[in-house]
């Protein structure tokens, strides 16, 4: 909660930090790794730094937090607070990280805000950011404790068993573990964080949803090859996994993590796009493991049958599972050999009939999850009762408009910086 002297301070200068703070963040970045470029190796992803994703991600998180403090004072974003918990313990981040990232943000508010940042704004901001940072850290020292590693535990070696070709730009890879240490079973949901050696020698990190249930020696995940504008590979990593990881090569993986887990204690409604199927075969996988009766309805949307990825996998477990349907829509035509029922066009949810009390699951392109976030609640479904998942920086935080903030209104389709 910010002190009574804080308070006021962060709502007079709101408007002008939330109005600068993407400036404020590219400078801040750019700092960061000037003073210290051992963080691209193997914590930032700096393929989103090109892309300026994660710039426009740390805006919007430090907008929304300062928001929360000033409209609901008793409570802060736990939806906001928890994504980002689990992405940093993917990736091992430590409590030190943090007096690191203070000095370099301090630094960035400064040099893009002058004089305006007086000693009292500076001393109030400074509030904010700690009660930002130590929930964080507290959050992702249960993280950890929850899995009983530390911040430089999280990582292990895994050798691949199988790399399974699941489209052209898709492929699956199979790997085992290669130790006697136990191996924490995953929830179903959640992803790892694989290491990969660039040839510049630095580690970049990626995270991949699993897409099975864990046996206790294996597990899975699906990397889609990244395509410029051109059609022409241009993803650092996904480009040299999909060329050069071979069966018997050996990958650097964290633990499994991610906010976005499966109740399996009422109906579940899986809606996805393209590659936004990879945690929704995990999911379903886990309730046939289960052995679950639950209605279960799985919808995928897509360019054709050649880029359904995971379709054989998914749709198998749909037939084992007895209270499961699937639908599915194809944007070039209805054509199918599968054992579906297909659409044509983008996915309608006027086609199908939904459970009632059900939870929804959502995973695709943005303006896929907005579309079909939008539809659910025209059709009276409440926020709370849509999660979604985003690869990558979450430049969309829609329940955080939802539900962490009262007598807001949806607005699913904006995102919050």
Sequence with gaps: MLSDRSRPVIEATLPVVAANIEDIATRFYSHLFSAHPELLDGVFNRGNQAEKTQQLALAGSVAVFA??????????????LSRIAHKHASLGITPAQYDVVHDNLFWAIVDVLGDAVTPEVAAAWDEVYWLMAYALINQERGLYSARGVRPETVWREWEVAERIQETEDVVTFRVRRTDDRLVKTSLPGQYVTVQVPVPDDVRQPRQYSLTRADDGEHREFAVKRVRGEDGKPDGEVSS????????????TMSLPFGDVVLDDSRPVVFASAGIGVAPMAGMLSHLVAAGSRLPITFLHADLDEASFALRRQVLDDVRALPGATAHVWYEHGA??????????????????????DATYYLCGPLPFMQAVRSALIEQGVAPRDIQYEVFGPDLWQADLVTEETPGAGDRSTQAPH
Excluded: I, N, W
């Design 240 to 251: 040299l996994l999909f060329a050069t990881v071979q069966v018997g090569d050996r990958l």
């Design 335 to 356: 054509e199918s050999t599968l054992p579906v029922e297909v659409h044509a066009g983008r996915m309608d949810l006027d086609d199908v009939k939904l459970p009632s």
């Design 67 to 80: 928001s929360s403090l000033v409209q609901v004072p008793e409570q802060v974003p736990e939806r906001l």
